[in-house]
């Protein structure tokens, strides 16, 4: 069973927004045989951020596919919470940043 893991991330001034109105996304596999004759297989996901206006890359992200599973499911989360407060007359309060983690990080 998967563990759920909470964050706090501080997001600081220094970090800069970029801002992207297209993106584009491969998926990659590596493979390669073992000494027994055996094929393994590794598989990424890459997002590249267009923004049209300068029709330049913004950012170029990869991840691994567990990573893709977790950032799918909590986009949508967080997608259906946006539906309903964009639909809410009500005065918002600041917003809270989601993070999914896992422990296969390759930097």
Do not use: H, W
Request: contains cysteine; charged residues 30%.
């Amino acid at each position: 069973m998967e563990q759920k893991q909470q964050m706090n991330i501080n997001i600081d001034s220094s970090v800069k927004p970029l801002y992207a109105d297209e993106v584009a996304i491969t998926c990659t596999i590596k493979q390669e045989k073992n000494k027994d004759g055996k094929i393994t297989k590794e598989g990424t996901v890459s997002f590249v951020f267009v923004d049209v206006l300068s029709q330049s890359a913004v950012s170029r992200i990869t991840i691994s596919k567990t990573t893709a599973k977790a950032l799918s499911k909590i986009l949508n989360n967080n997608l259906e919470e946006l539906e309903k407060k964009l639909q809410n007359k009500n005065e918002e309060k600041q917003e809270k940043v989601s993070s999914s983690t896992s422990n296969d990080y390759i930097g």
